[in-house]
């Protein structure tokens, strides 16, 4: 009964595929996330959406895509990977759309994406 | 977007208290103060939230002096499992969102 669960835990692919990252959460959360955490441990915003809908898009090349089938998925695909692509991509989400005053975020356990 | 500093990283015992400080000199009036906490190889975890004056909870407490310009996280009686990155977050909105540098918290026995 994870609240927050993403597939899969570990990535290993070659240059230049293509590979997607799967989120679903069981908390009836209106917004889910992706960040990216980088080998110096920042944790950076990459995409947010409300009920399906994308009320975040940070500053990602656009070979990093998003979908959310519904509400409880979001749902990471990214084309043509590359070396500089290797982190630990989180989910999370929250109860409340943003802009809000007090967001507090659920995350997922982490998808370790290593990419030769 | 309030900035936040912290320390990089602190040293405790178990049993001891420990006090993480986060400054954040231009908090604006609508913003709350999030602590996280993240072990290795797992995603960051809410453990307090505040906006003035103190809040417990049972993991922690938090500090916050009428200036609002700074916060102190508090563990109580530390063991080895404390070990970890922990966040401050200020701001409001979209900001809430923005994590920092965080401090690495190494509890030894």
């Known amino acids: 009964d994870t609240a927050v669960s993403q597939t899969p835990k570990y990535l290993v692919t070659q240059m230049g595929n293509d590979k997607s990252i799967k989120c679903e959460q069981n908390?009836?959360?209106?917004?889910m996330y992706w960040y990216k955490q980088d080998s110096k441990k920042f944790l950076k915003i990459m995409f947010s959406y409300n009920n399906k809908e994308l009320i975040i898009n940070e500053t990602v090349p656009n070979r990093f895509s998003p979908k959310s089938p519904d509400k409880a998925h979001l749902n990471l695909h990214i084309n043509s990977l590359e070396l500089g692509d290797s982190a630990v991509y989180f989910c999370a989400s929250s109860q409340n759309r943003g802009p809000s005053t007090n967001e507090k975020l659920f995350f997922g356990s982490g998808t370790q994406l290593s990419v030769l | 977007l309030a900035k936040t500093t912290q320390p990089i990283s602190m040293d405790s015992y178990e049993g001891q208290e420990v006090n993480i400080t986060c400054s954040h000199n231009n908090i604006a009036t609508n913003d709350y103060i999030t602590w996280y906490q993240q072990f290795p190889s797992q995603g960051p975890r809410f453990i307090i939230q505040g906006y003035k004056t103190k809040v417990t909870n049972e993991v922690a407490s938090l500090f916050i002096p009428a200036d609002r310009k700074s916060s102190t996280l508090s563990l109580p009686r530390v063991s080895l499992s404390d070990t970890a990155v922990y966040y401050c977050?200020?701001?409001?909105?979209?900001?809430?969102?923005?994590f920092g540098k965080g401090t690495m918290l190494l509890v030894s026995p």
């Open positions: 908390l009836g959360h209106d917004t």
């Open positions: 977050l200020v701001g409001g909105g979209y900001s809430t969102l923005t």
